[in-house]
């Protein structure tokens, strides 16, 4: 089983979760974090970390975001690890638990096709 990073992180991109994770599985894109499905060990540890409460086990994806595994499992490989907390966006607690962000994501846009068809 893997965490899954959903669409509250767009445009808010907190970094909390980061530095609790003991196997480096957090990939940063320009404006969301994505886990590497591959990587996550299933500790849990990020999850009461995510201020946005953005990050929920495969198993307990909301209803509406399925498509976030694969969106997490794609960007990951794509953009690079992170492995420290960076300063997330001035206007982050702005777009904290605005619905509808996923037109927002940040990512090559041929990606972003296939993804949200």
Not at 7 to 27: A, L, Q, S, W
Not at 28 to 52: A, F, K, Q, R, S
């Amino acid at each position: 089983m893997t965490f899954v990073v959903t669409e509250n992180c767009i445009r808010c991109k907190y970094m909390d979760c980061v530095e609790v994770c003991p196997v480096d599985c957090f990939h940063e894109g320009p404006n969301m974090l994505v886990i590497d499905p591959e990587e996550c060990i299933d500790c849990t540890l990020c999850e009461p970390e995510c201020p946005v409460e953005a990050i929920f086990s495969e198993d307990e994806i909301p209803k509406g975001q399925e498509k976030f595994l694969e969106i997490n499992a794609e960007l990951s490989q794509l953009w690079p690890v992170i492995t420290e907390a960076g300063t997330p966006p001035e206007d982050a607690d702005e777009w904290k638990d605005k619905p509808g962000k996923l037109a927002e994501l940040d990512c090559p846009e041929e990606v972003k096709e296939r993804l949200l068809r």
